[in-house]
């Protein structure tokens, strides 16, 4: 009953049965050239991180945190170390 009251005033995009097909396609227009503008920027920051050595060395930093530095003697420490 309530249906039958409301489909009458609704725009014929909301009615039951409405076939919706033109609207969603439109969004490519703007979807496509997005992700293309992304795709560039994306291979911009690749290029310029293999030009300034970004990608050089993979084993040193991943080795470097199981090492403890030893501090020099000259450097002041900013805890006080337990016996």
């Known amino acids: 009953m309530l249906r039958s009251t409301l489909a009458p005033t609704l725009p014929p995009q909301l009615q039951p049965g ?6 969603p396609m439109e969004i490519l227009y703007v979807l496509v050239p997005l992700a293309a ?4 920027l994306a291979l911009l920051a690749f290029r310029w991180a293999c030009r300034d050595g ?3 060395d993979l084993q ?13 003697a000259s450097e002041p420490k900013l805890l006080p170390e337990k016996d």
């Open 18 to 23: 409405y076939l919706v097909t033109a609207i």
């Open 37 to 40: 503008v992304f795709l560039g």
């Open 54 to 56: 970004q990608f050089d």
């Open 60 to 72: 040193t930093p991943a080795m470097r945190i199981l090492f403890d530095e030893r501090r020099r």
